[in-house]
């Protein structure tokens, strides 16, 4: 079947139609190879070189992309001039997307995810067709929740999140097969599966470390990822309709950050060595799980409990700010000299996901136990900038960066300070399928290997005996 073939054929929803992943995975093949190509001599005329960091902090250019753009920054003669933060996914403004869906009232993180994948904004009968891939994928392999998740149980998530990604490999048939209908077969698979495995490890972790009872739900075909996540983590399988779409808000936001952060950039790096989707995903995984990286959403709840627990009035700007100061010093919090949620390697003047996060918190605590700690988080917001300057010596904008009012808001949504990161790699999956796909079919098949200059003095062998 062609691609315009598929996109004329009438959309079978009724429950009789058989699944057919083949069909599916064809029509969203040629969709993705539309627009994913990248003229070799591109990375000539950009002067393309491997590392990490500029000495005026701005990224070293390591590879060229089509899936996302963060931009922080203006060069201006050489020099970065602050901007206002912006992210757009394959060319359209991130803010646009939500807008639009608040105006429809309507979930947004597949059509994100659509977009993200295959190169341009899907109509009806694509994002359904998406849906229903999705949908039908989402349930583990039969007694996967058993042999890989409850007999090795993990009180870290993202862990045990780790580790059944690189157990789905020995589930799949065609493991380590590179076309391109196997990379987006597993893909679709994995961006489906996350979410299952996220939960199920979460009640596994219940029952064994914090002693309480766990319940396996079934997710349900009918619901969105983000409808689906509250339902099979929560007992009653119980959500409103507000708290659904505050999670699909998150996801919208956490699916994608560009090349260069940190767990997209580990996921290129294994899959130029043309590794397995399995091992490159779950590198992602673990880069995300860092305190430095994803982990800082959960490091902010934990400095923000220090801060509580120190500060007798949080409204005191000069007794938080001593606290803040203490922080920075390494004599409190958590030792590490950090403001966990402040500053950003890319954003200068602000981060968008910061402020649409803070925007949708504020409309939500108004009235709750949560408005005072809110405060709070604001305080630490604008005290922060000018103890950092006056600590570093660093004169500059220092904006807050998502990490710190994304915990504030799945606290609200109920959802455990140890879910927070693996709802954050949920949401990136999606990221790291598409840069999978983007390295192995656009970039010529070479593999990273940056330079390191051996600095060690010769020295010569000495025998054992003489030692």
């Excluded at 800082?296 to 400095?303: I, Q, R, S, T």
């Amino acid at each position: 079947m062609s691609v315009n073939e598929a996109l004329q054929e009438p959309l079978d929803t009724s429950s009789a139609r058989k699944y057919d992943p083949d069909k599916d995975i064809s029509f969203l093949c040629a969709e993705s190879r539309k627009y994913n190509n990248i003229d070799p001599s591109e990375y000539k005329r950009y002067r393309v070189k491997r590392g990490l960091r500029n000495d005026d902090g701005s990224g070293v250019v390591a590879g060229i992309t089509r899936i996302c753009n963060v931009h922080g920054y203006v060069m201006d003669e050489g020099e970065k001039s602050p901007v206002e933060g912006r992210i757009t996914y394959r060319g359209v403004n991130l803010m646009d997307i939500i807008a639009a869906c608040r105006a429809e009232d309507r979930f947004g993180y597949e059509e994100v995810a659509w977009l993200l994948l295959y190169g341009q904004l899907p109509t009806r009968h694509q994002l359904d067709i998406f849906d229903r891939s999705l949908s039908n994928q989402r349930e583990l392999p039969p007694q996967f929740v058993d042999d890989v998740i409850m007999k090795a149980p993990s009180a870290n998530i993202m862990n045990a999140l780790q580790r059944a990604t690189l157990a789905l490999y020995t589930y799949d048939e065609d493991p380590d097969g590179m076309s391109m209908e196997n990379v987006m077969r597993q893909s679709m698979s994995l961006i489906a599966k996350m979410p299952s495995m996220m939960v199920a490890a979460y009640q596994v972790k219940r029952r064994n470390f914090d002693h309480k009872s766990m319940y396996f739900h079934n997710p349900d075909k009918k619901l969105t990822v983000a409808e689906n996540i509250l339902r099979t983590m929560r007992s009653d399988k119980q959500f409103t309709d507000q708290e659904a779409k505050m999670l699909d808000l998150c996801l919208m936001l956490h699916v994608e950050h560009g090349g260069g952060n940190n767990s997209t950039f580990a996921t290129r790096v294994l899959t130029s060595s043309a590794t397995d989707t399995y091992s490159a995903i779950s590198a992602g995984i673990g880069s995300l799980k860092g305190p430095r990286h994803g982990g800082a959403n959960a490091k902010v709840l934990e400095m923000m409990g220090h801060i509580k627990e120190n500060v007798s009035n949080w409204q005191d700007e000069t007794e938080v700010a001593r606290f803040l100061r203490k922080l920075m010093d390494k004599t409190a919090g958590d030792g590490s000299g950090l403001i966990y949620g402040m500053g950003h390697a890319v954003y200068t003047l602000s981060d968008p996901r910061a402020i649409m996060l803070k925007s949708c918190a504020e409309s939500m605590v108004v009235g709750t136990e949560y408005e005072a700690e809110y405060n709070l988080i604001q305080l630490v917001e604008k005290l922060t900038p000018d103890i950092f300057r006056e600590k570093k010596g660093i004169d500059g904008p220092l904006c807050a960066n998502v990490d710190l009012y994304s915990g504030m808001v799945y606290t609200m949504l109920k959802i455990p300070p140890e879910l927070m990161t693996p709802m954050f790699a949920v949401a990136r999956t999606v990221g790291w399928c598409a840069h999978r796909i983007e390295e192995i079919f656009t970039t010529g098949g070479k593999i990273m290997r940056p330079a390191y200059k051996a600095i060690s003095p010769r020295t010569d062998y000495v025998p054992l005996d003489k030692r």
